[in-house]
Antibody
Framework: QVQLVESGGDVVQPGKSLRLSCAASGFTFSRHGIHWVRQAPGKGLEWVAGIWPDGSKQFYGDSVKGRFTISRDNSKSTLFLQMNSLRAGDTAIYYC?????????????????WGQGTLVTVSS | YELTQPPSVSVSPGQTARITCSGDALTTQYAYWYQQKTGQAPVMVIYQDTERPSGIPDRFSGFSSGTTVTLTISGVQAEDEADYFCQSADSSGTSVVFGGGTKVTVL
């Protein structure tokens, strides 16, 4: 079945780095854009970043621009999020979510499949 | 830009719940709705303003008018108690925004 499984969440100190992964299965990974969406404890959803199906373009939310990098390895059906200069405000569950577009090009910017999330805690 | 939702809606079983989402961009961009139950990942319940994904009960419906979209849950059931988030994108296709979320409580 179609599935997204995140990993890599941990407790890290402010200023440190962390890399998240999202393994996809059950669909042709290279034909879909993929996003990261986060949710701070008890708060709403916040879009973090999105990447085109071929990885050629990436887009970021204002709060992470310049600190986070989204990338993908289509040969391994895996999405990544490199998070640098982490802050307490980055504490959240991080979900990867499949873009709902089916053209194999660009981003439709909505989310039809979600993983179960991985928790990142930034604390000294 | 922003999407504005009411923080909470309460409804009795069998009644109708309506959740609004307002934002200037909704005049030109589609809206999407997600249901999130406690401890679970979100699930899309409405796409492109009014369409329902397969597997979503037909008591969920969407409507759009001007700068406001509305999610309606008809004949609310206890299992519909959840947080609901609207979502859209900017016209350039480079940014995504969520509403703040509405907690639906079934009395």
């Amino acid at each position: 079945q179609v599935q997204l499984v995140e990993s890599g969440g941990d407790v890290v100190q402010p200023g440190k780095s962390l890399r998240l992964s999202c393994a996809a299965s059950g669909f042709t990974f290279s034909r879909h854009g993929i996003h990261w969406v986060r949710q701070a404890p008890g708060k709403g959803l916040e879009w973090v970043a999105g990447i085109w199906p071929d990885g050629s373009k990436q887009f970021y939310g204002d709060s992470v621009k310049g600190r986070f990098t989204i990338s993908r390895d289509n040969s391994k059906s895996t999405l990544f999020l490199q998070m640098n200069s982490l802050r307490a405000g980055d504490t959240a569950i991080y979900y990867c979510a499949r873009d709902g577009g089916y053209s194999g090009y660009g981003l439709a910017n909505h989310f039809d499949i979600w993983g179960q999330g991985t928790l990142v805690t930034v604390s000294s | 830009y922003e999407l504005t939702q009411p923080p909470s809606v309460s409804v009795s079983p069998g009644q109708t719940a309506r959740i609004t989402c307002s934002g200037d961009a909704l005049t030109t961009q589609y809206a999407y709705w997600y249901q999130q139950k406690t401890g679970q990942a979100p699930v899309m319940v409405i796409y492109q303003d009014t369409e329902r994904p397969s597997g979503i009960p037909d008591r969920f419906s969407g409507f759009s008018s001007g700068t406001t979209v509305t999610l309606t849950i008809s004949g609310v059931q206890a299992e519909d108690e959840a947080d609901y988030f609207c979502q859209s994108a900017d016209s350039s296709g480079t940014s995504v925004v969520f509403g703040g979320g509405t907690k639906v409580t079934v009395l």
